[in-house]
């Protein structure tokens, strides 16, 4: 993937955050399911443009069985399961846009561009720390969870207390882990008042400004509608 | 003498607890010299690491008197950041040390820190890396590093800002004895560029050469200085007596107390492991038999903890069966008979108390044998408290009270004396032997030989 070379993303941190905006006007604005199709089909491009063709076709999928399921399937089927899934069809197809760019971002922005990109925009150090430990520890429970769960296999524990089971030695472990953390954080000068500097470099190239412009003609669309 | 780092009659309690007191530590380090802090688990040595680093007080708040003074100048007058600057420091858990998820990133973590220029940085990361032999691991998740390779990681991180001084809290008590020898090699650098290292240790076998001096503690004094020379002169009886942990590492001696006949209890056959299509280890073929104490040994990644997962039923095995006095044991079954003691327990403790947790999602406990079994356990004095609160010694017997009253035939242990002291490993085999003699079959993941000659009646080597 030749666009990885550059600070490696298709789009800047910069870029996405502008385009998570424009995805939450266009899903809380709530005028035409065209601009909210348009939309989908522009992040859906972006994506293939990137080189990732399955996430691509993989989002694309869903919407059309989602589209499928609120206009033809529900419709036509009996009223009780009509009643119970329409509002969570609906719902998943208004929050599409935001879903979409969303987790295009996710699989494209490393943790220390995101920090870059904050600290470019002048979020608060305070922030960001915070922002960036809580983001830290995601993969950590993802692990976390997988050894409660073998622990739990292990024993005979009944249904009702299986919820318990899970999250006490996660609970636990978050107190130790956050101190263990923090300690190896300030005592590699994360308190330094300085300017902090960054391995990585953020610049804005063709790929941005068309996103942007593009991103800003469905605000503006938006805008005209309503 | 010129001091680079000078303890002045330190005093410290922690708030709340009485755990890690220490009273009266004077010492002082010359430039470049190395000193190891040593003593049983909870005498207090890394209270001193914390201390010199400036954790305490401002990081864990305590009752402290006396002064550090780092260069001549005391540390009490210094902001954390600046601390930093001088004094770079290791911890133990290489899981809990980094902020990035990719291995460049952490390796300059400190040095963005303190606005080291961009240019500046793409050439100490790579020199970092050149020194410390590591740059097969540059541009990499962190996420699928080896705990050996994190702990290198941190390390490197420490090493890339350049400190003067280099301190190190049980550094080795997660690794392996491949990277306990990298470890070793990564002192022997800093020492050679003249670096002040201060390093809190219960593991002293790499160390014995390295050492300058070595002070051992016990409740929170400094009951003895050694030179080097006079710790390698200590008798093997004055070492024991001390608690302290062997000085060679050595292949363990094991002779073959078990009982081999041709009903096995337990018989592996043909066994291949892995994940999905991949094979990790194929061809496996192992009997023992009730009593038997089994450590089953290997580099890492040689698939140990595969077959740790295979045999408790968690996985499913490619290709080959588990018999159990002769009939076939499904996953399921397997799940019935096994019970695995984690490397960190607290993943398996879940309620609120001792006696809670041995029953814990059990429909009708029987508290007559819970008794019985905490009792035999000197678990039945602490059934009150809470698991957390234990130590890890307490723990770790608690999970093995679980799988008494869960009635598990074969028992796995996965790395149970990884930072342990002389004393608790010492009760860990006698827990072992405890359980050996109920009839039940124990196997044991470990990289710990003085465990292995301890414990252990049989070895099944991998790879």
Redesign the interface.
């Known amino acids: 993937m030749h666009h990885r070379s550059r600070s490696g993303s298709f789009l800047d941190p910069r870029t996405f955050l502008l385009l998570l905006l424009i995805a939450n006007v266009i899903t809380f604005s709530q005028i035409s399911l065209w601009i909210e199709m348009g939309w989908i089909v522009f992040v859906d491009s972006m994506i293939l443009l990137s080189g990732k063709y399955k996430m691509a076709v993989k989002w694309i999928l869903l919407f059309c069985i989602l589209l499928l399921l609120q206009y033809i399937v529900l419709p036509a089927s009996p009223e009780i399961i009509a009643t119970i899934f329409v509002i969570l069809v609906n719902y998943s197809i208004r929050m599409f846009p935001c879903l979409l760019i969303g987790s295009f971002m996710m699989r494209e922005i490393s943790l220390r561009q995101f920090v870059l990109a904050m600290r470019k925009l002048h979020f608060s150090e305070k922030l960001i720390i915070s922002l960036s430990v809580t983001i830290r520890y995601f993969p950590a429970i993802k692990e976390e969870i997988y050894h409660t769960k073998d622990a739990m296999s292990l024993r005979k524990i009944k249904s009702s207390k299986k919820l318990e089971a899970m999250l006490v030695p996660l609970m636990m472990s978050a107190a130790a882990t956050a101190e263990e953390l923090s300690a190896a954080a300030v005592t590699r000068g994360i308190e330094n008042p300085i300017k902090k500097t960054s391995l990585l470099t953020l610049k804005l190239n063709f790929n941005d400004y068309a996103c942007c412009v593009i991103g800003c003609l469905f605000l503006v669309g938006t805008f005209i509608l309503k | 003498m010129i001091e680079k780092i000078r303890l002045d009659n330190i005093s410290f309690a922690y708030d709340g607890t009485g755990n890690g007191k220490i009273k009266n530590i004077s010492f002082s380090v010359s430039p470049g010299g190395c000193v190891v802090l040593t003593g049983r688990s909870g005498c207090g040595k890394t209270t001193v690491t914390r201390m010199i ?3 305490i007080p ?2 864990f708040s305590g009752e402290l008197t006396g002064s550090v003074f780092v260069d001549g100048e005391n540390l009490a007058d210094k ?3 600046e ?3 001088k ?3 290791v ?1 133990q ?1 290489p ?8 291995t ?2 952490e390796i ?11 240019q500046e ?2 050439k100490r ?1 790579k020199k970092t890396a050149d020194n410390l032999n590591i740059t097969n691991l540059l541009n990499r998740s962190i ?1 699928s590093l080896s705990g050996g390779e994190k702990q290198k990681i ?1 390390f490197a ?2 090493y890339a ?1 350049n400190p003067e001084v280099y301190l190190l809290d049980e550094p080795s008590s997660n690794l392996d004895t491949d990277a306990i020898c990298d470890l070793r090699e990564y002192i022997q650098i800093l020492k050679s560029q003249g670096k002040t290292i201060i390093i809190a240790e219960h593991r002293l076998y790499y160390l014995k050469d390295l050492a300058d001096e070595i002070y051992y503690m016990d409740a929170g004094e400094i009951k003895h200085r050694w030179t080097q020379e006079a710790f390698l002169n200590l008798s093997v009886h004055e070492r024991k007596q001390l608690g302290l942990r062997s000085l060679n590492q050595e292949e363990p001696k094991i002779n073959d107390k078990s009982l081999r006949n041709d009903n096995a209890d337990i018989e592996i056959k043909d066994f291949s492991i892995g994940y999905g299509k991949k094979d990790v280890l194929t061809d496996i073929n192992f009997k023992a038999n009730k009593g038997d104490i089994i450590a089953v040994t290997g580099h890492n990644g040689v698939g140990k903890s595969t077959l740790l ?1 295979t045999l ?3 996985q499913k095995a490619l290709r080959g069966n588990i018999f159990w006095n002769g009939e076939v044991q499904n996953q399921k079954m397997l ?1 019935k008979r ?3 003691v ?1 490397q ?1 327990v ?6 609120d108390s001792v006696e809670q947790e041995t029953c ?4 009708n406990p029987d508290y007559k044998k819970v008794e019985q079994v905490l009792k035999e356990l000197d678990l039945y004095e602490l059934k009150e408290k809470h698991p ?1 609160t234990l130590s890890a010694g307490q723990k770790q017997r608690l999970a093995v009270a ?1 799988s008494m009253l ?1 009635d598990k035939d074969i028992l796995v242990f996965d790395e149970p004396t990884s930072g342990l002291d002389l004393e608790s490993m010492r009760m860990v085999s006698e827990l072992m032997y405890k359980l050996a003699k109920m009839g039940k079959i124990i196997f044991l993941v470990t990289h710990d030989f003085e465990l292995v000659s301890l414990a252990c009646t049989r070895i099944f080597p991998l790879g």
């Open positions: 680093n400036g954790l401002e990081f902001q954390l950041y601390i930093a600057k004094i770079g420091s911890f858990n899981k809990t040390q980094f902020f990035n998820t990719d460049d990133g300059a973590f400190g040095m963005e820190n303190n606005g080291v220029p961009r940085l793409i990361v996420f941190a991180s420490v800002m997962r408790c039923g968690l799940l096994t019970y695995m984690m960190d607290n993943y398996q403790l879940f309620a814990f999602g059990i429909k957390n679980v869960c």
